[in-house]
């Protein structure tokens, strides 16, 4: 293994065991009646995710790392650690592939994507929002919904996705 996923991993063990001693079995067992099922789930309120995420120094490549773990607190905290200004049009789709629900989607939309460049914005309104793809289109919809000032450009393309 090399250094780098060795720190990875270290570090996504503290970050677990932090995480871990706020674990709640009945925002489990609620969650598991309504349907939401998948990566493995401690019960972490999103709020207590995002506190403990805010602890750790911003490190786009460690969020990656972490939103690919089965874990749905650690794909939350990665929203948190990664750096919005970091991300590039050619990795949105694994951020987007990574989406099993809907509290996944508002993280990343809120914390992650609506903070990126106008770049990342535009790119979203072009390629997802009048797209075939059901799942990018909504990223977009909910990422430029909480974006403070999207760019003009945006607008009309935003006007015709909320229309469909």
């Given at each position: ?5 060795e720190?990875?991993?270290s ?7 932090r995480?871990?001693r ?5 925002v ?16 972490v309120?999103i709020?207590?995710?995002?506190e403990i995420?805010?602890q750790t ?8 790392f972490l939103?690919?773990?089965?874990v ?21 789709m694994?951020w ?22 106008h ?6 309104a072009e390629?997802?929002l ?6 990018p289109?909504y990223?977009?919809?909910?990422t ?10 945006v ?6 996705a909320?229309?469909?």
């Amino acid at each position: 293994m090399d250094t780098k996923m060795e720190n990875h991993t270290s570090r996504m063990a503290a970050l677990m065991g932090r995480l871990r001693r706020e674990m709640n079995g009945a925002v489990v067992e609620s969650m598991q009646r309504a349907g939401v099922r998948g990566a493995l789930n401690y019960g972490v309120s999103i709020p207590t995710i995002r506190e403990i995420a805010s602890q750790t120094p911003p490190d786009h490549t460690f969020a990656r790392f972490l939103y690919r773990q089965q874990v749905r607190e650690l794909r939350l905290a990665a929203a948190t650690i990664a750096e919005p200004e970091a991300l590039t049009p050619e990795e949105l789709m694994e951020w987007v592939e990574g989406i099993d629900h809907l509290e996944i989607l508002d993280e990343v939309a809120l914390r992650l994507f609506s903070r990126a460049p106008h770049a990342i914005h535009h790119f979203m309104a072009e390629q997802w929002l009048c797209g075939a793809e059901p799942m990018p289109c909504y990223v977009a919809l909910m990422t430029l919904n909480r974006t403070a000032y999207p760019p003009q450009e945006v607008m009309p393309r935003l006007s015709r996705a909320l229309e469909r």
